[in-house]
């Protein structure tokens, strides 16, 4: 599954028009679906301001996925941050990789990608167990503790009965974290050197600040003009000397 921003200037064919808004286009030999819309945000301190969002994305079911919750989604994309942080700090507690060899580095890659899916994947299973829980409430760090108190004390090695909550669940639900603020804050380059202006003056505010109203206006797309096609010139003969 891909969701990713699309510049507004790139020219995608519009291949079939859908109901909510979004439509089905190619980028190179790829189907995707775009959706266009413009989000207008309101903060505690007053502020307010628009921006323009083009996704595309390989979900191309429009039911399944509404337009509207895509946009959500991507609002989202910051979480990958999160999941750095998880497997270079909290896994490996800053620790480096010990093999000094490719083969032994992708295995321990593998072992590390493996265990935090594991990880990542209980604590999904205990949020569904109780409606209405976002799994973001899960802690990864009580999840890793809980997980290694297990292979020290090796418990629940052998079982006679399926317990998919099991320990780990358990202890993710007694110890939820709040629900996370929606909140947004303007683009800052911390590099002095960079190439990029220090603040981005998109009209969001200064400081981190609570996000009070969110709207989403989903735009229909227009038939979109063809696209030129290749002109060809009349071939001329040249004499060996290289005049016509």
């Given at each position: ?23 089905h ?5 790829i ?8 989000v ?24 399944a ?21 998880a ?25 590390l ?14 949020a ?63 590099s ?44 001329r ?8």
């Amino acid at each position: 599954m891909i969701v990713g921003r699309v510049k507004a200037n790139r020219r995608l064919p519009v291949i079939a028009h859908l109901s909510d808004g979004s439509y089905h286009s190619l980028i190179g030999r790829i189907r995707v679906r775009v959706i266009e819309a413009v989000v207008k945000v309101t903060c505690a301190d007053g502020t307010t301001y628009t921006g323009v969002y083009r996704l595309a994305t390989t979900l191309l079911d429009h039911v399944a996925y509404p337009a509207e919750a895509v946009i959500a989604l991507y609002h989202e994309r910051w979480e990958h941050e999160s999941a750095y942080y998880a497997l270079r700090h909290t896994l490996l507690d800053g620790r480096v990789l010990r093999s000094e060899d490719p083969a032994g580095v992708r295995q321990e890659m593998w072992a590390l990608l493996s265990l935090y899916q594991v990880l990542r994947t209980a604590m999904v299973t205990a949020a569904e167990t109780v409606p209405g829980i976002d799994p973001d409430r899960a802690s990864f760090t009580i999840a890793v503790q809980t997980a290694r108190d297990q292979v020290i004390a090796a418990a629940n090695v052998l079982t006679e009965t399926v317990d998919l909550l099991g320990k780990i669940g358990r202890q993710l639900l007694a110890n939820l974290l709040p629900d996370r603020r929606p909140r947004v804050s303007t683009r800052k380059v911390k590099s002095p050197l960079s190439r990029y202006a220090a603040r981005k003056n998109d009209g969001r505010p200064t400081t981190t600040q609570k996000i009070t109203d969110l709207s989403v206006t989903i735009h229909h797309p227009q038939v979109a003009a063809p696209l030129p096609t290749a002109t060809t010139q009349p071939t001329r003969n040249l004499t060996p000397g290289g005049e016509p």
